[in-house]
């Protein structure tokens, strides 16, 4: 068990949080979804309650090691003070005399918020001097960024080794009780539904979730992989030619193991890639020449929904078709509410970040399923059986 934020007193003391304000901003630099800053005021309140002094660090969008404005930090202080109701100091660097004398001015229950971390090349790099700079900055450290646990930067990993106390926010803490319990100890029935465009970023989730779940559900592009695999006319969708035996070789370890292995008995075909584009629901084994699979059809709606019903424990990672298309999105929306259905008859259910995240919200279905992950590829490596380094450096309970 790892240390929390409620095992540490904060009071007095300047507390280094690693959050995640990766926010989609505008062109004018406007935040169009300021969820990622809403899921960390549980553990900012908290510090600032508690008479602490909260000094944040986060990245936000890939400015390639160099300062660039337009990924600047700024707007989201402003997004964040509006949220807390109190003033958001903010720091022109994340290093450097004029973040230690923010630092240091800091009074007990003030929010100080550092320019972007990837503004240096070393916070990816995990480079040990900048790891030590950062942590000059706090006393006590607490991790609440899930999103970006999966990765042993500065910022997530190096950070801790110069800090003797570091803790789970309550964000970290609620995506490893939910991930972490669907892992290692769900309720069964226990079902997983992947989908996503690629096998080759999903090979060791599959693998992985083999060995533990009841049934697996399989959607999305990667769908027509298995299908050429199984010798079917796939048309014009999309393939991975070189993935073709592999998935092969699933299908056999599938049945071998008596897994419960169902991909789509139908889909929606389409003659181009548009949202416009003439579209018929065709069989799995009948998706004419040059047309191509673009979501899953109402059979295989059907087909999912009955496992769903009948899980106690459902994992979701990756869409159904081309949900970005409203033509295209009714497998995936059907599924989201399927998995509603199935949190009000008591199941736990589980949707990993990323576009599975972008989707339920969409469907305007994120309230009603048990948690929704704030991390498209930390949920992933969690699902693949990994340690994430930015978990494992957290400090041990006693």
């Known amino acids: 068990m790892k240390l929390t934020i409620e095992d540490i007193p904060l009071k007095g003391k300047r507390v280094l949080v690693r959050v995640d304000f990766n926010v989609p901003l505008d062109e004018k630099q406007h935040i169009t979804d300021d969820t990622r800053i809403r899921e960390s005021l549980p553990t900012i309140k908290k510090i600032l309650t508690d008479s602490g002094r909260a000094i944040l660090m986060s990245h936000l969008g890939r400015p390639k090691g160099k300062p660039k404005p337009e990924f600047s930090l700024k707007p989201v202080a402003d997004r964040l003070a509006a949220l807390l109701g109190k003033p958001v100091m903010f720091a022109g660097d994340c290093v450097g005399a004029e973040a230690e004398s923010a630092s240091s001015a800091l009074r007990d229950g003030e929010c100080l918020l ?36 999966h990765r042993a930067h500065a910022s997530t990993e190096g950070v801790t080794k110069h800090l003797k106390v570091c803790a789970a926010g309550y ?61 079917k006319e796939i048309g014009a969708s999309l393939l991975e030619a070189d993935k073709v035996e592999l998935a092969k070789l699933i299908l056999e370890e599938a049945a071998a193991k008596g897994v419960h ?37 109402p059979e295989t709606v059907k087909l999912f929904s009955e496992e769903i019903r009948k899980a106690k424990t459902v994992v979701w990672n990756g ?56 991390g498209g590829g930390a949920s992933l490596e969690l699902l693949e059986g990994k340690i994430l380094p930015g978990v ?6 006693q």
Not at 204 to 220: H, S
Not at 262 to 268: E, G, N, Q, T
Not at 281 to 286: A, E, F, G, L, W
């Open 319 to 374: 869409p159904m078709g081309v949900f970005e298309m409203p033509n295209f999105a009714q497998g995936t929306i059907m599924i989201a509410k399927a998995l509603a259905e199935a949190t009000r008859q008591g199941s736990t259910t589980i949707v990993g970040g990323g576009d599975s995240a972008a989707a339920i919200t969409q469907a305007g279905l994120a309230k009603q399923v048990s948690h929704v992950s704030t």
């Open 392 to 397: 494992a450096a957290l400090t041990e309970k």
């Open 114 to 149: 550092l320019e972007n971390l990837r503004f240096h090349k070393e916070e990816e790099a995990n480079d040990a001097e900048f790891a030590r700079k950062l942590s000059g900055l706090g006393e006590l450290y607490v991790n609440d960024a899930f999103g970006t646990a």
């Open 171 to 231: 964000l970290m803490q609620k995506e490893l009780e939910y991930l972490g319990r669907a892992v290692g100890t769900p309720v069964r029935p226990y079902v997983a539904i992947l989908g996503g465009a690629k096998i080759s970023g999903k090979i060791d989730v599959i693998r992985n979730l083999m060995t533990q779940v009841d049934a697996l559900l399989i959607g999305g592009g990667m769908m027509f992989t298995f299908y050429k695999a199984q010798g």
């Open 261 to 297: 292995l169902l991909l789509p008995v139908d889909c929606i075909a389409a003659e181009r890639f548009d949202n416009t584009a003439q579209a018929r629901t065709v069989n799995s084994d009948r998706i004419p020449p040059r047309w191509m699979g673009m979501d899953i059809g």
